[in-house]
């Protein structure tokens, strides 16, 4: 077909110009193509992060509240033992006082020339310091632990000393 051209020909400008202008229009588009693609991945980039964000802000709050549970878990649990401490206090205690009943019993059989000069009670076993001026009281005494040795698993003699200014020394140990 052939080419109309209804414009006046002073309207039309030189090749060079219809040229310029031809490669600026298609440039032009090709920039606008481009800063829709830019503009497009941008926006993804963006939804994609704020995604990420939101899931990382669930995720630090869960962890936090794990944190915290296991805290209370944590100070529970030092309670706990401090308490089984306390516990083994008390019943090491119960242990002392089996054995400070014990020696009480001996105390009561004892006579009253009998002097008790020490005692010691300690988690294995106790020990009781005797001193008397004569042996009529020390044999008194053992007379009466012997009669009454139910109340007692053990008892031995650790130590039986004389001297002439004290008397008799005995050193008991009951288990």
């Given at each position: 077909?052939?080419?109309?051209?209804?414009?006046?020909?002073?309207?039309?400008?030189?090749?060079?110009?219809?040229?310029f202008l031809s490669l600026t229009?298609?440039?032009?588009?090709?920039?606008?193509?481009?800063?829709v693609l830019v503009v497009g991945v941008g926006g993804a980039i963006y939804f994609l992060s704020v995604r990420d964000q939101s899931r990382?802000?669930?995720e630090y709050e869960n962890l936090e509240n794990?944190?915290?549970?296991?805290?209370?878990?944590?100070a529970g649990l030092v309670l706990l033992k401090d308490r089984l401490q306390k516990s083994q206090t008390v019943i090491?205690?119960?242990?002392?006082?089996?054995?400070?009943?014990?020696?009480k019993a001996i105390v009561e059989f004892a006579p009253d020339e009998v002097t008790f000069?020490?005692?010691?009670?300690?988690?294995?076993?106790?020990?009781?310091?005797?001193?008397?001026?004569n042996s009529n009281s020390l044999v008194s005494l053992m007379s009466e632990i012997f009669a009454n040795s139910n109340n007692f698993s053990e008892i031995a003699i650790s130590e039986l000393t004389f001297s002439?200014?004290?008397g008799y020394a005995i050193l008991l140990t009951v288990f």
């Open positions: 077909m052939a080419e109309l051209n209804l414009l006046p020909k002073e309207r039309t400008g030189s090749k060079d110009v219809v040229g229009k298609k440039v032009s588009i090709a920039l606008l193509i481009i800063l990382l802000q669930l794990q944190a915290q549970s296991l805290e209370a878990t944590e090491s205690s119960r242990a002392a006082e089996e054995s400070f009943s014990k020696q000069k020490e005692s010691i009670i300690d988690s294995a076993n106790s020990t009781l310091e005797i001193e008397t001026q002439a200014a004290v």
